[in-house]
């Protein structure tokens, strides 16, 4: 029973650069969430998503970060010219109702 | 805005010694949780503590809280090398059981 999966494990960009960070849900699982942890620091929430919805974007910065979970394949973070201050560890989340977070192992984000 | 305060951040201890890691948040809540994290490696439900009161126990790790007191403690009963790791608590944000806090987060070394 595959976890939560996230990839890449890695990435490095440039400044300006796109980055996009993909997450499959564990198995049975509809309600998607991404969070974020800077360096020495807690996680923080950013997107609540279900199948084609956002429910709760309250944590998300205001411009360059979008979230979406399309009714076919991965949920995706997309993050546009990315800069120094969002290299970061992204976390995937997945749920069934009223489950528990199950996390992901994230996305380690360098930006150069 | 919640914010959530553990103590200590770094921790290192004997083996067979015990000792307490405490969270304490700063708005109510009846939501709590404890997570491990290993480098690198994703985080592990460890305690989901939902009442005043609460106490749970799994081997050499019990956690409760006090929602009066808005304090969490996890404590760690005769430690063992494997329990090195970082752990996190995370408060419900009005309760929320998604849209979490984290804490810093506890790094706990465990030497023989």
């Known amino acids: 029973n595959a976890g939560v999966m996230q990839n890449p494990r890695h990435l490095v960009r440039r400044r300006g650069q796109e980055a996009r960070l993909r997450c499959s849900p564990m198995k049975g699982h509809s309600h998607v969430y991404w969070y974020r942890q800077l360096p020495e620091e807690g996680l923080k929430f950013m997107v609540y998503?279900?199948?084609?919805?956002?429910?709760?974007e309250s944590g998300m910065p205001k411009e360059r970060f979008s979230a979406e979970f399309p009714k076919e394949g991965p949920s995706i973070l997309r993050i546009q010219q990315v800069v120094r201050g969002d290299s970061a560890a992204y976390f995937c989340a997945s749920t069934a109702e009223s489950s528990p977070l199950h996390f992901g192992n994230g996305t380690r984000l360098t930006v150069t | 805005e919640l914010k959530v305060e553990q103590n200590p951040l770094f921790l290192s201890m004997q083996e067979g010694k015990n000792y307490t890691i405490y969270c304490n948040y700063s708005t109510t809540s009846d939501r709590l949780y404890w997570y491990r994290q290993d480098p690198g490696k994703s985080l592990e439900s460890l305690f989901v503590?939902?009442?005043?009161?609460a106490v749970k126990q799994e081997g050499r790790l019990m956690a409760s809280l006090d929602t009066k007191a808005r304090l969490s403690t996890l404590h760690i009963t005769a430690a063992v090398h494997d329990l090195s790791a970082t752990y996190f608590c995370a408060v419900g944000d009005g309760g929320s059981n998604y849209k979490l806090t984290f804490g810093k987060g506890t790094l706990l070394t465990v030497n023989p």
């Open positions: 503590l939902l009442s005043n009161g």
């Open positions: 998503l279900q199948k084609e919805n956002i429910i709760d």
